[in-house]
Nanobody
Framework: QVRLVESGGGLVQAGGSLRLSCTVS????????MGWFRQAPGKEREFVGA????????IYEDSVKGRSTISRDNSKNTVYLQMNSLKPEDTAVYYC?????????????????WGQGTQVTVSS
């Protein structure tokens, strides 16, 4: 069983920063691609970014590119999403997800396991 637990969300002013964490149970974390997604009220869930199982490759959605960095620490079974220059439109529930086949993609159906989400609210 793979379990994902996000943390680090909260309320921040526009222009501020947050670092989200996602800790994964299971012995195969280092072989998973890890993705971040978000869902704003009344909107569909959207891709934010993902990191390969080695940590050597990352991809980002255009609206967060340059403002966000995904990293991972395989010794801690944890993946991070550092978000800077936050905007009110970044307000959403943020989810981490694991692709156990190690594909690096923005396709949500590739991700088999999901966390419960953490709320990020950016005030203007």
């Amino acid at each position: 069983q793979v379990r994902l637990v996000e943390s680090g969300g909260g309320l921040v002013q526009a222009g501020g920063s947050l670092r989200l964490s996602c800790t994964v149970s299971g012995r195969s974390f280092s072989s998973y691609t890890m993705g971040w997604f978000r869902q704003a009220p009344g909107k569909e869930r959207e891709f934010v970014g993902a990191i390969s199982w080695t940590g050597g490759r990352t991809i980002y959605e255009d609206s967060v590119k340059g403002r966000s960095t995904i990293s991972r620490d395989n010794s801690k079974n944890t993946v991070y999403l550092q978000m800077n220059s936050l905007k009110p439109e970044d307000t959403a529930v943020y989810y981490c997800a694991a692709d156990i086949l190690g594909r690096l993609s923005e396709t949500s159906s590739n991700y088999s396991y999901w966390g419960q989400g953490t709320q990020v609210t950016v005030s203007s």
